[in-house]
Nanobody, 121 residues
Framework: VQLVESGGGLVQPGGSLRLSCVVS????????MGWYRQAPGKERESVAE???????NYEDFVKGRFTIGRDSAENTAYLQMNSLTPEDSAVYFC????????????????WGQGTQVTVSS
C-alpha cells in the first residue's frame, strides 16, 4: 500500500492550497483517512480526518478554514486550505487506515511521505 500526497507549495498569507492524497496497492477497503502536519521542532499533530462514510472531524485551529473531503471510488482524500497563515507552514502528511484483501478484518495505518506547505510573504 502506498500513499502519495501532492499539492503543497509556497503561498502568501491569506492564500489557499489544495492537498491531495492517493492510496494505491492491494486494498480491500480504505477506512478513515486523515491529514497531519509537522512543523520544524514540533511534534506531528492531527489536522482533520474523514471516515469512509464521509464524516469529517477537524482540530479547532483549522475549523472554518480547512475542508477535508474524499473520493472513495478513487481512494483519494483532499484537504482544501483557505486563509492560510505562517503558522500553518509545515510538512503535511496523509494517513489512511487500510484493510488488506488478505485479512480485511485487521486494518492497519499507512503514512505518506509528506508534502511541504510554506506560508510566507
Amino acid at each position: 500500500v502506498q500513499l502519495v500526497e501532492s499539492g503543497g507549495g509556497l503561498v502568501q498569507p491569506g492564500g489557499s492550497l489544495r492537498l491531495s492524497c492517493v492510496v494505491s496497492g492491494r486494498i480491500f477497503k480504505v477506512h478513515t483517512m486523515g491529514w497531519y502536519r509537522q512543523a520544524p521542532g514540533k511534534e506531528r499533530e492531527s489536522v482533520a480526518e474523514i471516515t469512509s462514510n464521509g464524516i469529517a472531524n477537524y482540530e479547532d485551529f483549522v475549523k472554518g478554514r480547512f475542508t477535508i473531503g474524499r473520493d472513495s471510488a478513487e481512494n483519494t482524500a483532499y484537504l482544501q486550505m483557505n486563509s492560510l497563515t505562517p503558522e500553518d507552514s509545515a510538512v503535511y502528511f496523509c494517513k489512511a487506515r487500510v484493510a488488506p484483501p488478505t485479512n480485511p478484518w485487521v486494518p492497519r495505518d499507512y503514512w505518506g511521505q509528506g508534502t511541504q506547505v510554506t506560508v510566507s510573504s
